[in-house]
């Protein structure tokens, strides 16, 4: 499988070299596939919105950071306003 072309944030998060919870240098570059939906019951029959991030993993205290795209970005800040 060919890999995904960064986009500017995803290159910026994954320069990073310490983690910026505990300071560690161990960190990891994973590609992620991740369903985000609105908390709560209001949202529960809507389809969950799939992003396939690059992830960024401290493998010592196991926080994880990644960029949302903007296409799907818009699809949640849609949906947000639609559930108020």
Request: hydrophobic share 45%; proline share 6%.
């Amino acid at each position: 499988m060919g890999s995904l072309p960064l986009n500017r944030c995803d290159a910026g998060l994954l320069d990073a070299k310490q983690c910026r919870w505990c300071g560690s240098l161990n960190l990891q570059k994973f590609r992620g596939e991740i369903a985000l939906r609105s908390p709560g019951l209001k949202g529960i029959d809507v389809p969950a919105v799939l992003v396939f991030p690059y992830l960024l993993i401290c493998m010592a205290c196991g926080i994880a950071q990644f960029v949302v795209p903007e296409t799907e970005l818009s699809l949640l800040a849609r949906r947000d306003v639609a559930s108020e």
